[in-house]
């Protein structure tokens, strides 16, 4: 099966601009995840979607993030304006509608805010 | 709330060593438990999970992993270290939040490096 495709793979900006990420999941999973993970760090949820509702999006700094998941498959993320701290990788992952479901991830887009 | 701790940041091997990474949660019901790896400038990629049934937990790459709920932990073992293994190793413990939603609580990782 095709893996969860992301893009860009990286991307400077500077601060105050705006970027935006894609996401589209594997095939047939319900749940799909933007998550934050700075250098050194684990992953930090920012907002999860169950097709395309929002489940959880408590760690989304909505003043200036903001995502949405239309038709319930592909999803993109925007941050804008950006700030120096959003420096990072975003990482997209998606799993089926189970408790126990494993999480398949892409492999993230490296965000550089200068 | 849940919490996930990983016992040292770094842990260095030689080639052919034993691979020992510890991680122990908190946890007031039975956990989902995960082991996941991370490549340089790639995602997370599942290691393996324990749910319910056997608690000796065996994964992809000869790592497994064995659940001790009287010691609330899961550390993950492979009996002879490669040199492909040097990743970031990262533990999570499922939770249920708002909405009987289930979400992963992550630790802080764990850095692996193998010598030669």
């Known amino acids: 099966e095709a893996g969860v495709a992301q893009s860009p793979r990286y991307k400077i900006i500077e601060k105050r601009q705006s970027v935006a990420f894609w996401c589209n999941p594997i095939s047939g999973h319900a749940t799909l995840y933007w998550y934050q993970q700075i250098l050194g760090q684990g992953p930090k949820l920012l907002i999860q979607?169950?097709?395309?509702?929002?489940?959880?999006d408590s760690q989304l700094p909505k003043d200036r993030f903001s995502a949405e998941r239309l038709k319930g498959v592909d999803s993109t993320l925007k941050i804008q304006p950006a700030k120096l701290e959003d420096s990072a990788v975003y990482l997209c992952a998606s799993s089926s509608f189970t408790s126990h479901s494993p999480l398949h991830f892409g492999n993230g887009t490296r965000l550089t805010v200068t | 709330a849940q919490s996930v701790t990983q016992l040292g940041s770094h842990v260095s091997v030689s080639e052919g060593a034993l691979v020992l990474l510890r991680c122990n949660y908190s946890s007031s019901v039975p956990p989902y438990l995960f082991w996941y790896v991370q490549y340089p400038n790639q995602g997370l990629q599942l290691l393996l999970k324990y749910t319910t049934g056997a608690t000796l937990v065996k994964g992809i790459n000869g790592f497994e992993a064995e659940f001790k709920k009287s010691e609330t932990s899961f550390h993950l073992t492979k009996p002879s270290a490669h040199m492909s293994d040097a990743a970031e190793y990262f533990c999570?413990?499922?939770?249920?939040?708002?909405?009987?939603?289930?979400?992963?609580?992550w630790g802080l990782g764990t850095s692996l490096a193998v010598n030669p």
């Open positions: 999570a413990v499922s939770e249920v939040g708002a909405g009987n939603n289930r979400k992963l609580i």
């Open positions: 979607f169950q097709n395309n509702g929002v489940v959880d």
